[in-house]
Every structure is written in structure tokens, then in C-alpha cells.
């Protein structure tokens, strides 16, 4: 018998979050990804300054470590429902001009989970 929160092959893949024609190996990482902890440690992050953050310095200080990429996603989704703006572009560690991301000022004042809700 098989632990319960293991996943049989015969589990649906999680929805929205892969393809079909994705490997097995991107169906268990969806499964065993946190979208909503990594958009609220996200959120968090922001909101502790006005200067802004880049996706590299938001991945390396989340919990567990994100990259970048991930992060990258993460902050297209609250950019679609208004929580998060660019900011501007400085160089980043590597030379390269990349984006910084802010908390949007309306979102600073509204309850952040109303607009999560609508992930």
C-alpha cells in the first residue's frame, strides 16, 4: 500500500500547470510546487522596501531559494491582477540591465488577498 500522499501514475496532473507533452519529471514538480507561499513570500518581500528588487535578488532571499525563472512567473501573475509594477532596470551582479519590481502603491492599502484570489 502506498503512502497517501504519493502520486500514482494514474493521478491527473495538476491543472493548468503542464502540457500533455510535458515529461514526467515537469508533472511531479508542479505537483509538489507552492505557487501561493512563493507569491506571498514575494509579496512580503516587496512590500519591505520602495527601492525594488529584481527577480535574482527576490529568488535568492525567499525560503527555500527560488530561481529566478520561477520568480519571473510568479511576478507575471501579480502583475495581472495588480499588485506588483516595474520599476525600473539597473545592472544586475552579472552586468546585465534587468528588471526591478515594486509592490504597487493601491496594493499597499487594499488587502492583497482579495486580489490573490483571483490566481
Not at 493521478?11 to 507569491?39: F, N, W, Y
Not at 516587496?46 to 530561481?67: F, I, K, N, Q
Request: with cysteine; proline share 7%; hydrophobic share 35%.
Amino acid at each position: 500500500m502506498r503512502p497517501v500522499n504519493q502520486a500514482s501514475l494514474f493521478d491527473a496532473p495538476p491543472a493548468g500547470r503542464v502540457r500533455k507533452s510535458d515529461p514526467r519529471t515537469s508533472t511531479e514538480a508542479a505537483r509538489t510546487c507552492d505557487a501561493q507561499r512563493q507569491r506571498d513570500q514575494i509579496l512580503r518581500l516587496l512590500g519591505s522596501t520602495v527601492h525594488g528588487w529584481t527577480a535574482d535578488e527576490l529568488g535568492m532571499s525567499m525560503r527555500p531559494p527560488v530561481h529566478r525563472s520561477t520568480v519571473a512567473s510568479r511576478l507575471a501573475q501579480l502583475r495581472a491582477v495588480g499588485l506588483v509594477e516595474p520599476f525600473g532596470v539597473r545592472p544586475n551582479e552579472r552586468g546585465r540591465r534587468v528588471q526591478q519590481w515594486v509592490l504597487r502603491s493601491s496594493a499597499r492599502m487594499v488587502n492583497v488577498s482579495v486580489a490573490q484570489e483571483r490566481l
